[in-house]
């Protein structure tokens, strides 16, 4: 059983920046996929980002592709997501998933077992 709980969400001005942070408890953290998802109000559940053992092993939707990052810190059980240059349309509540990795598609969220209950982030124009 693992646990997520993310935070650093807030409001913003668009071209800004802000960093999420999701902690882990359980065992075995290093053998948990890592994933970013969004929902905007009114939208279906968007995959943001993924990350299996490391930054090589990175996977990003392309509408945040070259302005966020997601990294891990497996000795801390957690998980980041630096987003940079922020839009109006990257507004929604983030979550953080967990899954043990597979070979399923990292992007579906059918494909992770475990969720925290998300961090809303505002970017105003």
Do not use: H
């Amino acid at each position: 059983q693992v646990q997520l709980v993310e935070s650093g969400g807030g409001l913003v001005q668009a071209g800004g920046s802000l960093r999420l942070s999701c902690a882990a408890s359980g065992r075995a953290f290093n053998t948990y996929r890592m994933g970013w998802f969004r929902q905007a109000p009114g939208k279906q559940r968007e995959f943001v980002a993924a990350i299996i053992w490391s930054v090589a092993n990175a996977y990003y939707a392309d509408s945040v592709k070259g302005r966020f990052a997601i990294s891990r810190d497996n000795t801390k059980n957690t998980v980041y997501l630096q987003m940079n240059s922020l839009k109006p349309e990257d507004t929604a509540v983030y979550y953080c998933a967990a899954s043990l990795i597979s070979s399923s598609a990292y992007y579906q969220s059918s494909a992770y077992s475990y969720w925290g209950q998300g961090t809303q982030v505002t970017v105003s124009s």
